[in-house]
């Protein structure tokens, strides 16, 4: 065999072993990129009982810069009832381990009695909706039921640990009262309605309409929602608290909200410093 053979069967044994290298280097990483970056969940006890998730997330901030602000739970349940739930909610964003304790509504709660659990499969996403990142942990439906039952963790125990965003504090604004200074004395009579020396003067008026204006008819809307914009100036919370959740980062409409108070809701939407406020009236 001459020497060109030997050259050139070695030249492709050593091109085999760089294409075995370069791809056992990409699984490689692939497994590190996996077990590191991957945020890794553990399960709390929920003080919303079984309408809330409380959690924890921990995962490489360096090699993931983001911050996760939403968490979506997802049912597979093709053999038992109900076959789906699909529940995603927003919590205040973290971008490093937290932990959080999120209010789901009482679609969750059909989670824990649905039948056939064994057979379904539920998908946790954690969101980091303005990074555009999504990661995906599944798992078995009973799983997910059985580590929730079985944690005997909260959100306190694990304050030290993780970053926990307590309620965020709400201040009363205090009714204030104001004292005007003393009158000046005179020997003049106020002139006013109440004063039956006046009264006379004031009937007139009283007939032609000076009684109070009737209150503006409430209605209900059919949607509310809010447009990209928000400056979180928490003006629409404030007015109507039970619709309007004001988060780190945006204003949410919350979830079940009562629509039934189209006045308040107008109030707030006319409140909005920067009018991202929509909603549309029944009829
Ligand atoms: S009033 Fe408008 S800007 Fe202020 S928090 Fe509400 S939606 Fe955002």
Same mark, same amino acid.
């Given at each position: ?17 760089? +294409?075995?290298?370069?791809? +056992?280097?990409? +699984? ?5 990129? =996996? ?5 890794? &969940?553990? =399960? ?12 924890? $997330? ?17 049912? &597979?349940?093709?053999?038992? +009832? ?8 927003? &919590? ?19 989670? =824990? ?14 969101? !980091? ?14 799983? &997910? ?20 965003? /307590? ?18 004395? *005179?020997? /003049? ?13 004031? !009937? ?28 979180? $100036?928490?003006? $629409?919370?404030?007015? !109507? ?8 980062? *945006? ?22 410093? #920067?009018?991202?406020?929509?909603? *549309?009236? #029944?009829?």
């Amino acid at each position: 065999m001459s020497t060109t053979y030997i050259a050139m069967i070695v030249a492709i044994l050593m091109g085999f072993g760089l +294409l075995l290298g370069i791809g +056992l280097l990409s +699984l490689l990483s692939g497994a590190l990129n =996996f077990l590191f970056v991957k945020p890794r &969940f553990d =399960f709390l006890t929920s003080q919303h009982g079984e309408a809330g998730f409380a959690f924890t $997330c921990k995962w490489d901030q360096d090699a993931e810069p983001v911050r996760f602000d939403r968490v979506r739970v997802h049912l &597979f349940n093709p053999f038992g +009832l109900p076959t789906e739930v699909d529940i995603t909610r927003d &919590f205040n964003g973290a971008d490093t381990d937290f932990a959080r304790d999120v209010e789901m509504g009482e679609k969750f709660k059909t989670i =824990f009695s649905a039948t056939n659990l064994e057979k379904a499969s539920i998908e946790i996403e954690v969101i !980091a909706s303005r990074d555009n990142v999504t990661h995906i942990h599944s798992m078995k439906a009973l799983e &997910f039921v059985n580590k929730i039952k079985n944690s005997s963790k909260t959100l306190a125990d694990v304050e030290e640990s993780f970053v926990v965003v /307590k309620e965020k504090a709400r201040f009363e604004i205090p009714e204030r009262t104001f004292i005007s200074p003393p009158l000046p004395k *005179t020997a /003049k009579q106020l002139k006013m309605a109440s004063n039956p020396m006046f009264a006379g003067d004031f !009937a007139g008026a009283a007939l032609a309409g000076g009684a109070a204006a009737p209150a503006a008819a409430n209605y209900a809307v059919t949607k509310v929602w809010i447009e990209p914009g928000c400056i979180v $100036c928490d003006a $629409c919370e404030a007015i !109507a608290p039970l619709v309007f959740e004001v988060t780190d980062s *945006t204003c949410i409409i919350r979830p079940g909200a009562p629509l039934d108070d189209g006045l308040k809701i107008q109030d707030a939407a006319e409140a909005c410093p #920067v009018e991202v406020i929509k909603y *549309t009236k #029944v009829g």
